[in-house]
């Protein structure tokens, strides 16, 4: 079990709670819910019942799919087990898409034996009146069934635990609440914007929740790193609800790689064990001493390597001197103006070879718009270069697009034939049903299909207008549809069968000597991860064949976010004129500007965030004493 793991797994002086890191959220989902699935099975030999404490959300999805199978495939059965979820939000009807009554039923409860009448969920619908009444009903009945014997816990990006918000006393008990700006914001997914999302909430109090025999908080992806340092290495405090966690006798947190790699013994591994001094670590040690220290890599000295923590490398590899060479000269050549390869070149040190001068390449866009932000400057390079440069979309982007921007469309196109005399009846009944469904539309209702395509359609002149922005002709230019993404809602499904062949035959199609992909590995339930999945199962199936073995993939970051500088393999700088050029070419995206539908906690424009970041990452550069430019875009070669 968890527990057994963790004991042997190090712990870290730094870790103020038992952690256990797991290389995939797969893996520790099977793990928790094996630990799960013991203590329903032990209670049933003992003739008693198993009270679990649930959680909504993404983070526990993967957990309750699994104790699903494990009913279905092992026959673990429920009948025993009464449940206690820690949320709901307030004012909210029980039968309401975001209901988390709703998330329970269609994600756990309908497809196990459990009793209906011990599925305990808050009521978002009881009166304000009732309100205090009802919380303390609730935590009566936890009391009554013998309290919570296992706690599952997600955290939100503020460090809330329930809809504990920052501010939560740790002696606070079921009631009701107010949600904080962020919790807000990260919904606003579900509930198509922010306007709709409620402001209150009932949840488990601190108290209830360490009241439990047992707790494991699950956390996964990048979004949730900086938490979880704070959460599981910071003081106990109410600015961060989880460090509570600290207090607790018997509680762990499940970490996927990248939710734990802000943690002490991930940054800066050398800080809390023997580590072996590979060369990728000894530049990570480097840059983060410069970093740290404020100093170009090459005004570090000994000294400063003694102070942090860093003696060792200096005992094993010389002193400051020839180490900061080193990892200089490295940083240097991951520098190129050449993204597909300098011809003529010696490519003894550059990111791409030199030969064949001209290379085929396909750029895959989960969106219709992630080429243009995330390596527009790049692309424009491998165009002006001569090579070429295919691009695949490979989603339509549809749900993106907002109702307004689409009947204006479809508007456009009912006006368009009466201007010109133009019959055309089955524009006119597409008009028709799309402005009735409209009027009455509910919150986060999926459009019908003609809409959806109206959507797509705008999204694809869109990306076709880039791609000439950018000289590409007609011909490269791919949108694949991938089926996974066609579900009108949020949730996507998986990758699939259909999927994977539709990728795989463009690249056989191609024969590509470069292929960029968005290389979110860290977004779990995102369409950019889906879409990844896609090409490594892709590439895993052609990767014999011949004209593979010349094949690189390179990896770019979505829009939200960059490589960590140690990681960086290839960085493409950017003049001035260059970036404005891609400025423009974001502009031609105008069904993504000026307030998108998805807009997430960042208030910025899409130009903005990808100018933001281009040019933190020239700084970056600067600031470890390397020439100074004014943005650069940053990727990693992965071998697959
Ligand atoms: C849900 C809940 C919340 C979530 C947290 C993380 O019942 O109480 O604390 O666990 O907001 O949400 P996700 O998993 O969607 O990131």
Redesign the pocket.
């Known amino acids: 079990m968890i527990k057994d793991m963790h004991q042997t797994q190090q712990f870290t002086s730094f870790e103020k709670i038992p952690v256990t890191i797991m290389n995939k959220a797969e893996e520790a989902c099977k793990l928790v819910s094996a630990e799960i699935a013991a203590l329903i099975r032990t209670r049933q030999q003992q003739n008693t019942v198993a009270v679990l404490g649930?959680?909504?959300?993404?983070?526990?999805l993967k957990i309750y799919q699994e104790l699903v199978r494990l009913h279905k495939e092992e026959g673990l059965s429920f009948k025993n087990v009464i449940c206690f979820?820690?949320?709901e939000y307030y004012p909210l009807a029980p039968e309401s898409l975001q209901s988390?009554r709703h998330f329970m039923q269609e994600n756990l409860f309908k497809h196990i034996d459990i009793n209906p009448e011990n599925c305990h969920i808050p009521n978002g619908q009881v009166s304000l009146e009732e309100v205090k009444q009802h919380c303390e009903a609730y935590e009566e009945r936890i009391k009554s069934v013998g309290g919570i014997d296992f706690q599952l816990?997600?955290?939100?990006?503020n460090g809330?635990?329930?809809?504990?918000e920052p501010g939560s006393h740790i002696s606070s008990v079921t009631r009701l609440i107010t949600l904080d700006k962020v919790?807000r914001f990260?919904a606003a997914a579900e509930f198509s914007g922010i306007a709709n999302i409620p402001r209150k909430a009932i949840?488990m109090g601190v108290n209830t929740i360490l009241s439990a025999k047992r707790i494991v908080l699950?956390?996964w992806g990048e979004?949730?790193a900086d938490i979880i340092k704070l959460a599981v290495e910071g003081p106990v405090s109410d600015f961060v609800p989880a460090s509570y966690l600290q207090t607790h006798h018997n509680s762990t947190i499940v970490l996927d790689e990248v939710a734990a790699a802000n943690l002490t013994r991930k940054k800066t591994p050398w800080l809390t064990e023997d580590v072996v001094w590979t060369d990728q670590l000894i530049k990570k040690a480097v840059i983060h001493l410069a970093l740290s220290c404020q100093k170009p890599i090459l005004k570090l000295t000994n000294n400063d390597y003694n102070e942090n923590g860093l003696s060792s490398l200096l005992v094993l590899h010389g002193n400051a001197h020839d180490i900061n060479i080193k990892v200089f000269n490295a940083l240097q050549h991951t520098i190129t103006g050449w993204p597909g390869g300098k011809p003529h070149a010696d490519d003894t040190y550059r990111p791409e070879r030199a030969e064949p001068i001209r290379k085929r390449v396909i750029i895959f866009s989960p969106h219709p718009d992630d080429d243009i932000i995330s390596m527009g400057g790049t692309f424009q390079r491998l165009a002006d270069h001569g090579h070429d440069v295919h691009v695949a979309y490979q989603t339509s982007g549809n749900i993106a697009v907002a109702d307004d921007e689409a009947f204006r469309f479809v508007e456009f196109v009912k006006d368009y034939n009466s201007q010109f005399n133009i019959n055309a009846p089955d524009a006119d009944k597409i008009y028709e049903q799309s402005s009735s469904f409209l009027k009455q539309k509910k919150n986060a209702e999926p459009d019908i299909a003609a809409l959806r395509q109206v959507k797509g359609l705008i999204r694809k002149g869109e990306a076709k207008n880039t791609c000439r922005f950018v000289g590409i002709l007609d011909e490269n230019i791919h949108f694949l549809n991938l089926p996974f993404y066609e579900t009108g809602t949020i949730e996507k499904k998986p990758i699939g069968e259909e999927d994977i062949q539709i990728i795989a035959s463009l690249i056989q199609h191609i024969k590509p000597h470069q292929i960029y992909a968005a290389g979110d590995l860290a977004d779990p339930h995102g369409t950019h991860k889906v879409c990844l999945d896609g090409i490594f199962a892709a590439l895993d199936r052609i990767k014999h064949l011949d004209f593979m073995k010349d094949c690189w993939l390179w990896l770019y970051k979505g829009a939200w976010a960059e490589w960590d500088i140690d990681a960086i393999e290839m960085a493409v700088p950017m003049s001035p004129e260059q970036l404005l050029k891609k400025r423009y070419g974001i502009f031609k995206h105008q069904s993504q500007k000026d307030g998108v539908v998805f807009q997430g906690t960042d208030s910025r424009e899409f130009w903005q965030r990808a100018e933001d970041r281009n040019k933190a990452t020239a700084e970056l550069y600067n600031n470890l004493g390397l020439a100074e430019y004014e943005a650069m875009e940053a990727f990693v070669r992965w071998h697959y």
């Open positions: 649930l959680a909504t959300g993404s983070t526990p979820n820690l949320d988390y816990l997600g955290i939100g990006r809330h635990i329930g809809f504990n919790t990260d949840t699950l956390a979004r949730k």
